[in-house]
């Protein structure tokens, strides 16, 4: 049931996720999978893969509760054939738990308290036969030693028990939420007395809109406020209906249960129990649902986000290995140098004090060209930190002043520096270093190779996440985790180089086994092949078998060590070599011999047309890197802080982040401006990746600037026509407006004003350019707390 439930889902086979599912359960993981059993599961790729496993696993979840609730249920006496049929049917979690509401144990409650009293007849007299007089048959059950008073109390009994019946009815229950869903909307207000303290909420004092509409980034705004006192947030049912009229849902609760008013004696009794069920019973049970539903939704999109913009930032080009020195820029604490080599290690250390107060000038350049003639520095990573236009000024007068230096310098974000500089694993890998001059050692590293070096550091100190501690941190947790794996192992591992930290995420390793291969390369020298791993301590043939392809071996005993094919694919290899009858040395990189050659040939019961033909496109370019060719953008001279910028100002950046409303870019003022949605292109877009992803180089034009509260407008469509800057007197203090997250919450708005006019036939392109600046200016320093 469960594999034919995924395949329609996937719209695939069933032999393919039965396939997925035997290997995901024998241990085997999805980069492996996708990679080396193509045959198997008939070529899906790791993206269906990724959602294959997650549905798996939810549907398992599924299937454990209703074994529990049948269970329950039984036990109980009451698991009738009909019921037990609308379980074994149910297809969520939701709808299970609507099922099992009337069976679930629980205090008492006055339904019970009145059933055991006696009164179920009476209410099921009432409900029947409405025409019954009320009075006389409430009477009948008046039992003082029951606790039934007078017949106000049997009745009041009859109601608790005809609201409970109905609240617990998931067919009823099912009707509402689908109503809800599509009609409820959002509401938020301000506390009261919170003006003050809720300024940075003011967007939602009075806030309104479609429930199923609410983007994530506004519902954790809202959230968040809540949380923290400011606003009162509710789901309005009814937003086109009078607030003292009925709610639509009392109409749809007399609907379902055929209740109407006639002038019976028992129609004004039937009402109320209909008004106090929603009031009382569903309406709250149902905000509560909802409400939790929509930060559910609201979390997954946040930490699809943080996610994709993860995959952007360590999918990177790499500089490549290349003697490399990192800066990490500061004013009073000075510039911190560090020189490694093209494998990362360090070869010297200094700092540096150029800039104010010391203003060491003279002195810092004539360090900085020592240094770069004494290591043959080929890079200069310079952090994008405080200081950093002034650090790079230096830099640049360095290489001016000294044309005989081939070194390049590059500017490369610097997030995450100091997280890692006073890390465990720094203190492990650079133990004789200060802190302050690791940060250095991975500014440096991380232009080598930003994905070896940036597993390294937590993914949340990274700083390209929206919301990120708003969102359960475990389901953030393991998403960004899945995502370092996938990139990890699509990119490939130098066995004899790679940090404890890198091999981690290699399909099969574990932190422990991690550990445990360094320790027996310190010991024992590089590793000469991949049969080697097997020495190391409790590394076995299955964790063999998941990781061995994944790991590279340069100039290694067997040379296709140093490629992707996995060593139980090297007869084939070896059946290729003897056909062309040349060495392995002579058919790698071979063009023009492999593709006369025919893959069919080399197919055999292991081994089919998809990896045989893996295999010829590894031999044909050994150790391929998936990443892009390695580029930087060109920061304009003259333009380093924000007070330098002037609207109609054509600059070159870096799209450091991506939201759902649009991507901030880095310009070199120590400020990310923001792109709004509406500004990346002249066509309809729902997406800011269709157009940008973190790390891409983009030209962009100045369309605001905000300098009290660092706030920067540009537009990525360079015809349109700026505002002039304006001087925000009451823009307030600049760090708070950083540090303050509901800037992110203005971006919606916004947002979902820009939509409408691409929904119009992009008629956004023709507002006025005021409109559109300042509609841009609202979001500029959205992700500011996030980033740091």
């Known amino acids: ?75 109980q006496g009451k698991l009738t054939d009909e019921l037990k049929a609308n379980i074994g049917n149910a297809d969520s979690k939701t709808t299970l738990e609507d099922l099992y509401l009337p069976f679930k144990p629980r ?81 938020s207000t301000l506390a009261p007395g919170k003006e003050k303290d809720a300024a940075k909420y003011k967007d939602y004092f009075s806030h309104s809109e479609k429930y199923k509409g609410v983007p994530s980034h506004r519902a954790l705004a809202m959230f968040r406020g809540r949380n923290e006192g400011l606003l009162h947030i509710q789901i309005d049912a009814d937003p086109q209906q009078d607030e003292k009229g009925p709610s639509h849902c009392e109409h749809i609760i007399a ?47 946040a930490i699809d986000v943080f996610a994709k913009n993860l995959n952007d930032l360590l999918m990177a080009a790499p500089a490549g290995a290349k003697t490399t020195m990192g800066l990490d820029p500061g004013l009073r604490t000075g510039v911190k140098v560090a020189i490694v080599d093209s494998t990362g290690k360090v070869l010297a250390s200094n700092t540096i004090f150029p800039h104010a107060p010391q203003n060491q000038w003279d002195k810092s350049s004539r360090t900085l060209t020592t240094l770069c003639k004494q290591y043959k520095v080929d890079l200069i990573s310079i952090g994008n930190g405080t200081g950093s236009r002034e650090t ?9 002043s000294n044309p005989d230096l081939s070194a390049q310098k590059i500017m490369v974000s610097e997030a995450g520096a100091s997280v890692y500089s006073a890390s465990e694993l720094a203190s492990k890998e650079l133990p004789t270093l200060d802190v302050s001059i690791r940060g250095a050692v991975s500014i440096a590293r991380r232009l080598q190779d930003p994905l070896a070096e940036l597993v390294k550091i937590e993914p949340k100190a990274i700083g390209v996440g ?21 990139c990890v192992n699509a990119v490939g591992v130098d066995l004899n180089t790679a940090s404890p930290a890198l091999l981690s995420y290699v399909s099969g390793l574990n932190k422990t086994l991690a550990h445990n291969i360094v320790k027996l390369r310190d010991s024992k020298g590089a590793f000469s092949n991949r049969k080697a791993l097997l020495d190391v ?36 290899v070896d059946k290729i070599v003897d056909t062309a009858a040349v060495a392995v040395n002579d058919i790698i990189g071979n063009t023009e011999l492999l593709k006369s050659l025919s893959p069919e040939t080399f197919t055999n019961d292991d081994f089919g047309i998809p990896t045989v033909k893996d295999i010829f496109k590894e031999l044909e370019k050994p150790g391929r890197d998936p990443r892009p060719e390695f580029k930087t953008a060109s920061f304009k001279e003259g333009v380093e802080k924000i007070t330098d910028l002037e609207p109609g100002m054509i600059l070159e950046g870096v799209v450091s982040n991506v939201a759902n409303f649009g991507a901030f ?57 700026p505002t002039p800057s304006r001087d925000n007197a009451n823009g307030g203090d600049a760090n708070n407006a950083r540090e303050s997250r509901s800037k992110q919450d203005r971006g919606p708005r916004s947002n979902q004003n820009a939509h409408k006019g691409n929904q119009r036939g992009g008629q956004h392109r023709n507002a006025k350019p005021q409109q559109n600046s300042a509609m841009g200016n609202a979001f500029a320093d959205a992700l500011a707390k996030a980033k740091k």
């Open 537 to 572: 301590e409790r590394l076995g043939p299955k964790a063999y078998e998941q990781a061995a392809g994944f790991l590279r071996i340069v100039n290694g005993s067997n040379p296709l060590d140093a490629s992707s094919v996995h060593p139980e694919a090297y007869p084939v």
């Open 665 to 721: 870019v880095d310009v070199g003022v120590h400020q990310d401006g923001l792109v709004h949605i509406s500004a990346l292109t002249n066509k309809f877009i729902s997406d800011p990746r269709e157009v940008v992803k973190a790390g891409d180089i983009v030209k962009v034009k100045v369309m605001e600037v905000d300098v009290a509260r660092k706030r920067i407008s540009f537009t990525m469509r360079l015809e349109d026509t």
């Open 392 to 400: 790079d000024k230096l830099v640049g007068e360095v290489l001016k």
């Open 107 to 187: 205090r008492r409650t006055k339904g019970q308290i009145a059933i055991e009293a006696g009164l179920t007849p009476l209410a099921d007299l009432l409900f029947n036969k409405p025409d019954t007089n009320i009075e006389e048959a409430a009477n009948q059950y008046v039992d003082a030693e029951k606790g039934v008073a007078d017949t106000k109390a049997a009745l009041e009994g009859a109601r608790f028990i005809l609201m409970e019946r109905f609240a617990e009815d998931a067919a009823l229950l099912g009707k509402i939420r689908l109503y809800l869903t599509e009609n409820a909307h959002l509401k």
């Open 466 to 486: 929206q919301y990120q501690h708003d969102v359960s941190q475990s389901q953030l947790g393991k998403s960004l985790d899945r995502v370092i794996e996938d």
């Open 1 to 75: 049931m469960i594999i034919n439930k995924i395949a329609e889902e996937l719209s695939v086979q069933a032999s393919q996720v039965n396939a997925a599912v035997k290997l995901l359960d024998g241990g085997a993981t999805v980069p492996f999978i996708a990679r080396y059993r193509k045959e198997a599961t008939e070529g899906l790729d790791d993206t269906q893969l990724r959602n294959l496993e997650q549905r798996l696993t939810y549907l398992r979840e599924l299937e454990e509760r209703r074994d529990v609730i049948l269970r329950s249920i039984d036990e």
């Open 255 to 301: 609907s379902h249960y055929a209740i109407t008013h006639r002038g019976r004696s028992a129609d004004d009794f039937l009402a109320q129990v209909v008004q106090w069920t929603w009031k009382i019973k569903i309406g709250l049970h149902m905000e509560t649902e909802l409400f939790s539903a929509l930060r559910e939704r609201a979390e997954k999109e």
